[in-house]
DNA sequence: CCTCGCTTTGCAAGCGCTTGCAAATTGCTG
DNA sequence: CAGCAATTTGCAAGCGCTTGCAAAGCGAGG
């Protein structure tokens, strides 16, 4: 039998361990997995374990049947800060209880998820955690259908009923909408997201709502279709500002998408605020180190990454526990971006 | 025996294919593992194995002494496009030869390399892909002890003699000042990148080597050491713009920097380029979607992964080959952010 | 002090695969 | 057409681990 690679020679199995500790090696593996082992040998074991240094073969330990400790986190991308934020917090989490991260990246595998999915799961994972899938449907069927362990994440509104978590996302629109308002912003622009994705729709939706709580006319004008990255934006704030009548403020559906009105803005020697307030989604890190910093509404994006690492644990462990939908709230972050507009249109 | 996981029934194994195409099952392993097998029988094998769906288990084959197919990749972060740039080189590469992707992120194991390394090594990888180290040594030394492939990926400049792929950081930093040499300037401003890193040693080289060329002055007040972040470099672009004989260009150290001195000089009032030309470094995908465009000089990131990923490959296949370094091209890219100074200093 | 039920322990089997070895087959050569 | 080397093929073992099963240990009730 060949070694799987010229190794260093002392390579640690649960029979050195046993030896070491004078027990058989299925107390050894009691002691990893915490089935139940008398007090003393259990610790001779975790003793033997420290001193040479034991390391878990997780092949081994999946294919005998037990956990890979590994999950899978699927992504479109990673360049984009959103996603990043997600699988840090997820990471975090993970790191609490010693598994560890496969990253998918979907880009590679269009049209097949079906088969990809097939492949993950048989392969490696325990569980998949799939952030903002292309298409959610397809995963799902074939997740369903294995009965695999899954969480989804930002993807709401969906037809099915699938264990999921998201933000508030209709409630950050309202609140950020009604902020511009009580600033006293009358004509308010609003940039969405990609419109296929629900969590687009849903921030939409909550600035009509603030907008029609405030008695406010919805001037569908003031609303330009975006798609969550900064050069869309960029066009769309030139749209906006190429108005008749121009909106005192605008309100991007994320804050990549901010960034392109930031510059669309300076672009006509416009100054920020004064000239216009600029509001954004997400609150990513370079929301804060922008000049000025942007005003956004924060979606706990680390959090709902730790928040779908454990309920995707929870399945992992009870693969029968109840299916459950986590939202965590948004909340407005106030910064420099956003002030009264200059020619108060106070009612 | 337990199943995994109460995964769907139709597990297809390598029994089941070799059931199906009349063969034995080691036949089947020899056809997946490209060993002499008649054409016949392959023929047979490769269609049972289409018809059933076989997916191969990762685990029992690198168990049983073969390869896992998985890579593994460390970096710091991932928000920062650069890693992600990388990443996706590799991605690629992998792709092609479908080996897949495991990500670490070493920010949540700091200090403890080399058990690290012991215990990724171990488990799970065929080779390991380290992305600007932090601890190069540590790493190195556990590496090279336990003969396990790696590349380094843009960590140049080592004591050791050690498989890596880079960029020519000097070169680049040379062409971006006499870029802007040859536009007229003559006070050009330095940001550098984190100077514990060798490229970012090297590009600043490159700077000084570019000036001194050319018969310029050295003034180290036009130097701002920074560490590739946009927050320190927008107060590295206010430092140099506040001396009394400000620059009539700056040049970062990447992109990222250039951003923040953009901020800060469009925090002054002033116009890129035409009161200051900027220049960075990188060229991620958002140097060419802010405005102006961002001139950069170009250091391809994904060819670099896809390098590093090939060179790993060829290690682990023939653990004795020679230590190979390479060293890709930067370039320049010219767009829009740079210009002759207002006010020429022609000489 | 013996017996019963509970917990702790050890043994063996097996997860799906690769590969050394030997047997079977093939293709040549003389 | 026998005889030999060079393939091709199959069998069995084993990678490191988990876990069912049965044996052993233990405390308590009779």
Known sequence: MMQKSPISPQDITIYDVAREAGVSYSTVSRVINNKGVSADKRERVLRAMAELGYVANLQARSLAGGKS???????HSLSIEYF???ARGVDDELAAISYDLMLYTTHRRKGRESAYVAKVTRNLVDGLLLVL???AEAYLQALGHRRFPHVLVDHQGLGFDVPSVGATNQQGGYDG???L??????RIGFITGDLTLGCARDRLAGYHEALSDAGLPADPALICEGNFLQPQAFSCANELLNLAEPPTAIFASNDVS???VMEAVRNRGLRIPD???ILGFDDISQAAQVHPSLTTVRQPLAEMGRAAARLLFTYINQPDAAIKQIVLPTELIIRQSCQPPAKSTLA
Chains 1, 2 share one sequence.
């Not at 400790?69 to 992504?75: E, K, R």
Request: glycine letters at 10%; a negative charge; proline letters at 4%.
């Open 133 to 135: 899938p292309r298409n």
């Open 69 to 75: 400790h590994i999950i899978g986190l699927l992504v």
């Open 177 to 179: 909408t009604s902020y």
């Open 181 to 186: 308002i009580t600033l006293g912003h009358r």
């Open 258 to 260: 901010a960034f392109g």
């Open 275 to 277: 000239d216009i307030s």
């Open 84 to 86: 990043d934020e997600i």
